[in-house]
């Protein structure tokens, strides 16, 4: 025991940099362990929400086609009604799948969006592959019309792929709000705060054209790594930038074509005029139709002033 209070007593001091890095690990266990917490109600929130959506839509009745019903008069009507109460429900489930469906194309398709919240488009996030999991269910189980003869169980899952989809989306949204570009490094993060400000120049009309260009390839220059752009967002962001180009030049021609020559005057036989010349005399129909003014008097040396000489005509 004796080794043990000598080395106590020598190295006591080493009490203080150990405190601080036991406080140190302390405080990262308990912040991992409150994003834990938070992500574990997130998720349990969906949880609750899908199984509301659930119960709502199984309150609704489904009835059989009328090619399953019996061959009678009343079973005939009560299957016609059926089906159009179950075409009104597909109308329903595709209105709401399209809504979600434009919703991710909000975020799929507008690269400051994407710069802005990219987690949404990276599928590493296991709330976003969730989400792009859930879509792929939904979009396989819908039907090809509205019109279509669906049995019950066959509305039954597609109804609860939307209920999935939609959940999936909302929570995925909410966790790419919240996290916005903090898995990327302090790099990284000025990368993309570069290509922000290089986006907002090469949609801006104030700008000159060279500068929109070159601000569109450093764009995708500060991008690229970073997030992974579909060809459909390159497509529009290319399209901005092409309309922001054009803005304010005449299509397909000059300036000089704001003001085109006057067609020239058929002459009386019906033959196009010939073109204008300077040492031409002008048109008989072009000479003025009033009294021709008397020339400019003259005035000598030997005139006394006031006194006006006209000019003799010629004999």
Known sequence: MEPLFQFIGSYWWLVFPLMGVMGGVGSAWERSARRRHKRRLEVLHAKAELKAAQAAARGTSVLLPASTAPATGGAAAHSSSGAAQGATQLERLFTAHDAVTARWLDYELDVAKLIAFPAMSDGRQP????????????????????????????????????????????????????????????????????????????????????????????????????ISLSDEAIEVLEGKVSLELTTGQAPGGSSTDAHPPSAAAPTRSGSPAMPDRADAAPPRDRLPSGPVPWPVPSRSSDTAPGRVIRPKPHT
């Open 127 to 226: 709330l976003t592959a969730a989400f792009l999991r859930a879509k792929r269910v939904a979009d396989g189980l819908r039907p090809a019309s509205a019109k279509a003869r669906l049995t019950r169980d066959q509305l039954t899952e597609y109804r609860n792929a939307v209920a999935d989809f939609e959940v999936a989306f909302d929570v995925a949204e909410r966790d790419a709000r919240r996290l916005k570009d903090s898995s990327f490094t302090e790099v990284e993060r000025k990368r993309l705060d570069t290509a922000k400000q290089l986006l907002t120049i090469a949609i801006d009309q104030a700008a000159t054209p060279a500068e929109r260009q070159v601000a569109y390839r450093r764009v995708r220059e500060e991008l690229d790594g970073l």
